[in-house]
């Protein structure tokens, strides 16, 4: 197995790396904004994407979004092949994207937003620490990537302050010392328990 920076070589990996975001958004039941072979061939092009390969064969994935004019990166589109999960693979995508996301913009604040509990861990292991989104870019081209989410319409009826993902935010000037602290799953757990109770009781009825 290994993890490299993807280039265009890699582009030939496009179209199952969308369906296996497709498919799991499915499996899940839960938001993942979907993305098309073309953007993620542009993501290899330009040295933003990171790709775990086992041989031949497509294993995992995640990119690098720039906003804000280079204030802010997002490392999106995390996703790990059914065959290759719940061997510790997403964690190592994670932190390799995260590196490369460093090294290229080392002065732009790193964020995430998820409704996925085991990212919320990685990125909490990373040092960011949940935050509003108000904190996050304001760029409306970021925002406006989440109408292909299932949950965007709670996003809209909430004026774009919350949703059923958590915001979470790495600043590099502080090095988010604070939130290095081990933040137990249960934490992550009753807070996605709360929002689903709120947002989602208009649509039970």
Request: charged fraction near 30%.
């Amino acid at each position: 197995m290994e993890i490299v920076i993807a280039n265009k070589s890699h582009i030939i990996y496009a179209d199952i790396i969308c369906k296996t975001i497709e498919d799991a958004a499915q499996v899940r039941g839960t938001g993942i904004a979907k993305r098309k072979p073309e953007y993620v061939a542009k993501k290899m092009e330009n040295g933003n994407a990171v790709i775990a390969l086992d041989g031949g064969m497509f294993a995992g994935f995640c990119y690098i979004e720039q906003w804000g004019h280079g204030k802010f990166v997002a490392n999106s589109g995390l996703i790990v092949h059914p065959d290759y999960r719940n061997i510790g693979l997403a964690k190592k995508i994670k932190l390799v994207i995260f590196k490369h996301s460093r090294t290229k913009f080392p002065d732009a604040k790193v964020f995430s937003i998820t409704t996925g509990l085991a990212v919320m861990k990685l990125n909490s292991d990373l040092g960011y620490k949940p935050v509003t989104f108000s904190e996050l870019t304001d760029d409306q081209s970021f925002w406006d990537g989440c109408q292909t989410c299932r949950n965007y319409d709670v996003l809209t009826r909430t004026d774009r302050k919350m949703c059923l993902c958590t915001g979470m935010l790495f600043d590099p000037k502080n090095n988010n010392k604070e939130a290095t602290k081990e933040v137990k799953e249960n934490v992550f757990k009753r807070l996605k328990h709360i929002k689903q109770n709120l947002f989602l009781k208009k649509d039970k009825k």
